[in-house]
């Protein structure tokens, strides 16, 4: 907690419906803290509680650098999905969030629904991503790919000078969510998209809605040349061994902790010239998308504000190489700029 500068971690647990869940704060200097709940079959609670204080952080910067008045926050619940989720678990586990007052607002994450949030509902109002039915906002993946599309083609104009992505290589690593809704704008704009995943049924999926899109083996797609790399699966795939194999001027994807360590490898992208697009500035369509739900939903307002991830991009370029530092450093930069100057507004009236 001290190493990363969280508020508050609470654990939270109860026998009968086997919830083991961790909420961490990082950060409530703009607003109460925002992230999704993540059900993960973790191996130790070590390990959850890393994850939690990893995210939660991240949440800290990407509400921060978004322009959003809200803090980062993030749960995680420890054990096996498919034996766990039951109506009982998600109002316990809703009881738990209530009980922070509203210091921490929840939302989906990996392996968490809509469904479920609706369940968290009728023990707490601090949930958002609700279904549309419920005044929710729905699904976060289509505005957060569009986010990714507007930071990839600011990032296109930084490398090529030109955001026009017709004919482009562009490597899309995850074909879910995020992936999907990614491939559906690039293919429309007549790039060469490629995507790799584990899951046969998803590239199934993909080649059946966009024929013209080629399904490559995950394993050897650095030995590839790419004019983009967009990885949109897990976090770390940038890394020493990566980096070193990379054949591709620019990287913007989807991926949450996209760095297997910001202070080892976002120097090594600039002394390799590769392009970087921080993770939590370009996936932050989501988290904007939800903040806009908590004031009352609009959907052409989602989009315009999420569309500003392209000019915050070119920003951040500018910053970071008159600085003579890395992207993701100059975005850090920026967050924290902004978290500096609004607390100072907290003095006198
Ligand atoms: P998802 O689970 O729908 O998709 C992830 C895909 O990656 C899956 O199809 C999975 O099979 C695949 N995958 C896993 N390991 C892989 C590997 N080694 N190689 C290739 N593919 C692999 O998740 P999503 O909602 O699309 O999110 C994707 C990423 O974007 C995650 O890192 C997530 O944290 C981040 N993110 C998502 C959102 C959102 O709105 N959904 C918002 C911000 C960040």
Redesign the pocket.
Known sequence: MQQMGHEQVVFCQDPNTGLNAIIAVHNTTLGPSLGGTRLWNYNSHEEALIDALRLSRGMTYKSAISGLNLGGGKAVLIGDAGKLKSEAFWRRYGKFVNSLNGKYITAED?NTSKGDMEYIGMETKFVTGKPEYMGGSGD??PV?AYGVYMGMKAAAKKAFGSDVLTGKRILV???????QYLMAHLVEEGAKVST????EA?LKQVVAKHPTIDVVD?NTIFDKEWDIYAP????ATVNTESINKMKCPVIAG???NQLADENVHGPMLVEKGIIYVPDFLI?AG?IINISIEIDGYNKDRAYNTVAKIYDRTLTIFDMAEKAGIHTQLAAMQMAEKRMNEIAKLRVGI
């Open positions: 990996v976060p993946s957060t690593q995850g074909a879910g969510n995020v992936g790799c995943d584990i899951n998803k995950g949109c699966a897990l976090g989807g991926a949450n996936n989501g």
